[in-house]
């Protein structure tokens, strides 16, 4: 087939390396930072330094780094994937680089119209940093979305950018619709407006959170059974915990990796239903067209 | 004091066992999600990815409940005992 040039080797090897040294660089961190300890300790994302500020002192916390991590592989992913694109296919990968763009925007679509077409950028942008988020714990990182802080950041967006929607008819209209069906139930839908954001924040960090505490039991459970169980055999072999070994990564790819990418899947899921749901599009339709026979008269 | 901070970890973990009683009600609601999803992937199964989309969308927002049980039996387990302790002994010195 057709022979890559050699600045077009050193460009990919130097986006490939970009994808694996953060994550090197967290595992170092991790390992610098974390004293050896026995048993289990289940512990939230440690604090680097804080930068004082008036109000109250910025933490810098793994969480924060572990998902800076994740953007920059995102990044440096993106930008090898689509390397060397052009209009007559010749890399494999444009194969799967066109494979994405033509699901998410399927499925931005179907899920929201077309007059949200313009959103796959954003889904696929949150799916993504959602996912590998999650996945970094099959390297030994604390993944960033067991901290509900980043995860309330992103529902906060979400439910701006839902109310943003929701007032595309003006104030008024946002307000009125609290009143329904009947006015008296006007403080349930204030608080089911509330709940919006709290409970996909909850979702998405309560199932990553409960899947590395889970894992975490189990370790400790079978190292506790082999030594048991296992103690009588001869020599260093007894103090190895050796039903450790393999078992836990069995039930890893269920809690860490199948539950994390579906937790960023419904995570988008409902990114799309509830700004879709929000928007009144009948009545912004009959508002634009009653403006437009305005400025004709 | 000792009677007072056992009584705490007792009651926490009393709590926390207690929150996740919550988690039978996500249990019975996906079994039956799931159950209605392989009935009607054995009468369409043409429909099949659909319905699984579907259905694993309707057990996520199922097991919400659920997680907020274990969100609170979390924070009961491994926050609120150091949290209470500390209030204990601060208010013990206050006296």
Redesign the interface.
């Known amino acids: 087939m057709n022979t890559k040039s050699l600045r077009f080797k050193i460009v990919d090897a130097f986006y490939i390396t970009m994808m694996i040294l953060p994550i090197v660089f967290g595992i170092v961190l991790k390992v610098l930072t974390d004293p050896p300890t026995e048993g289990i300790t289940?512990t939230g994302a440690k604090i680097f330094f804080e930068i004082p500020m008036p109000l109250q002192n910025f933490l810098i916390t793994e969480s924060q780094v572990n998902s800076a991590i994740a953007l920059i592989v995102i990044f440096f992913f993106c930008l090898f994937i689509t390397h060397g694109i052009s209009e007559k296919i010749e890399l494999k990968r444009q194969h799967f680089a066109e494979l994405i763009v033509e699901k998410v925007d399927n499925l931005v679509e179907e899920n929201m119209g077309s007059y949200f077409s313009a959103y796959s950028p954003f889904i696929i942008a949150i799916m993504a940093l959602s996912g590998v988020s999650s996945l970094l714990s099959l390297f030994g990182l604390f993944p960033p979305t067991s901290d509900i802080n980043i995860v309330a950041g992103w529902a906060i967006l979400v439910f701006i950018l839902i109310t943003y929607y929701k007032m595309k008819c003006g104030p008024l209209y946002y307000l009125k619709a609290f009143t329904e069906p009947v006015a008296f139930l006007a403080p349930l839908n204030v608080i089911g407006e509330i709940a919006t954001p709290i409970?996909m924040a909850?979702?998405h960090?309560?199932?990553v959170?409960?899947g590395s505490?889970i894992s975490a039991l189990l370790c400790s459970a079978l190292g506790g059974l082999s030594a048991s169980l296992l103690g009588w055999l001869p020599g260093f072999l007894a103090d190895m915990p050796l039903l450790q070994v393999g078992i836990p990564a069995v039930l890893s790819i269920y809690l860490d990796v199948f539950s994390g990418l579906?937790?960023a899947?419904?995570f988008a899921?409902?990114t799309m239903l509830y700004i879709a749901g929000g928007f009144p599009a009948e009545e912004y339709e009959k508002r634009k067209a009653r403006k437009r026979a305005k400025n004709k008269n | 004091m000792e009677l007072a901070i056992g009584i705490i970890l007792g009651c926490c973990a009393l709590g926390a066992g207690m929150a996740m009683i919550a988690g039978i009600g996500p249990g019975i609601g996906e079994g039956n999600a799931v159950a209605k999803a392989c009935e009607a992937i054995g009468r369409q199964p043409e429909s099949k990815g659909a319905v699984t989309t579907t259905m694993l969308m309707g057990c996520a927002v199922a097991e919400t409940t659920g997680l907020y049980a274990l969100v609170i039996a979390i924070l009961l387990i491994f926050v609120a005992p150091n949290l209470l302790v500390d209030i204990l002994v601060e208010t013990i010195k206050a006296l």
């Open positions: 289940i409970s909850f979702r960090y309560g199932n959170l409960s505490v579906l937790q899947f419904i899921m409902l």
